[in-house]
């Protein structure tokens, strides 16, 4: 039997992901619209969250985003996560070796959560990725995990059909567990502008946990010369294998 949820707790936490998947500030007309909450009950939760500081809004309460407490709360899951830092440590190496920017994440149901990134050092525009969700079958990241999973247990999780991010993002899910065969083949996952065009992206399993909850991804130029990629793949294999073992040294789980 299934827990029941708290309806005043489940709408709080609700609102709080709409707001943190929107880029913009939401009009508590759509904030209704994204939640399907009552207008009252909304207007009422939002007031709360405004005067303790998880929502900013403006000067008229007419739009409203994410606020500081929001923050502290994201920083104190990064702080007290044991794994957090041999990963960053990792990462630092990595990307000295290859030049290229490098993340660790973990799945986080049907999503991965970037919970450190490196970038490259010739990187013109960075976008922050700590603290990001994105559809896990769209990354190599998500889908080197969802490779940890078995077939029936990723078409349980996923939506059908999947989301695309896209043109070359994986929108069906025959032709994504037939993807996740060759990740389990291969032992790495590799995705070429399925989540952010002009990008292509390796990730390995940080084999500490069964199955693997995280793992370690390299983003580069979806043009760069397949000798390149050759090279970046080996060298995050390197790396993640060597992660995982320090993890299990350390006995963290």
């Given at each position: 039997?299934?827990?029941?949820?708290?309806?005043?707790?489940?709408?709080?936490?609700?609102?709080?992901?709409?707001?943190?998947?929107?880029?913009?500030?939401?009009?508590?007309?759509?904030?209704?619209?994204?939640?399907?909450?009552?207008?009252?009950?909304?207007?009422?939760?939002?007031?709360?969250?405004?005067?303790?500081?998880?929502?900013?809004?403006?000067?008229?309460?007419?739009?409203?985003?994410?606020?500081?407490?929001?923050?502290?709360?994201?920083?104190?899951?990064?702080?007290?996560?044991?794994?957090?830092?041999?990963?960053?440590?990792?990462?630092?190496?990595?990307?000295?070796?290859?030049?290229?920017?490098?993340?660790?994440?973990?799945?986080?149901?049907?999503?991965?959560?970037?919970?450190?990134?490196?970038?490259?050092?010739?990187?013109?525009?960075?976008?922050?990725?700590?603290?990001?969700?994105?559809?896990?079958?769209?990354?190599?990241?998500?889908?080197?995990?969802?490779?940890?999973?078995?077939?029936?247990?990723v078409v349980a999780l996923l939506p059908d059909p999947l989301q695309g991010l896209t043109e070359h993002s994986i929108t069906d899910l025959g032709k994504l567990t037939g993807e996740l065969d060759q990740v389990r083949t291969r032992g790495w996952a590799c995705e070429r502008e399925q989540g952010t065009p002009g990008l292509a992206c390796v990730a390995v399993a940080v084999d500490y946990r069964i199955p693997a909850t995280d793992a370690i991804s390299c983003s580069m130029p979806a043009a760069l010369p397949p000798a390149?990629?050759?090279?970046?793949?080996?060298?995050?294999?390197?790396?993640?294998?060597?992660?995982?073992?320090?993890?299990?040294?350390?006995?963290?789980?």
């Amino acid at each position: 039997m299934e827990p029941q949820l708290v309806k005043s707790a489940e709408r709080t936490v609700r609102i709080l992901e709409a707001l943190a998947e929107s880029h913009e500030t939401l009009t508590l007309s759509e904030l209704q619209q994204r939640t399907g909450f009552p207008r009252s009950s909304l207007h009422a939760l939002m007031r709360t969250l405004v005067e303790l500081n998880w929502v900013e809004t403006d000067s008229a309460r007419s739009a409203f985003g994410i606020g500081p407490h929001a923050l502290l709360t994201g920083t104190a899951y990064l702080d007290k996560d044991p794994a957090l830092p041999f990963a960053q440590e990792t990462l630092e190496d990595l990307r000295d070796e290859i030049g290229q920017t490098v993340h660790f994440a973990r799945r986080d149901g049907a999503h991965v959560l970037y919970l450190a990134t490196r970038e490259s050092r010739e990187a013109a525009h960075v976008i922050p990725r700590v603290g990001r969700r994105l559809p896990a079958h769209v990354t190599a990241l998500g889908q080197v995990l969802l490779a940890q999973l078995t077939d029936d247990e990723v078409v349980a999780l996923l939506p059908d059909p999947l989301q695309g991010l896209t043109e070359h993002s994986i929108t069906d899910l025959g032709k994504l567990t037939g993807e996740l065969d060759q990740v389990r083949t291969r032992g790495w996952a590799c995705e070429r502008e399925q989540g952010t065009p002009g990008l292509a992206c390796v990730a390995v399993a940080v084999d500490y946990r069964i199955p693997a909850t995280d793992a370690i991804s390299c983003s580069m130029p979806a043009a760069l010369p397949p000798a390149d990629v050759e090279r970046v793949t080996e060298a995050v294999i390197k790396h993640t294998r060597k992660l995982a073992a320090t993890l299990r040294r350390e006995g963290i789980r």
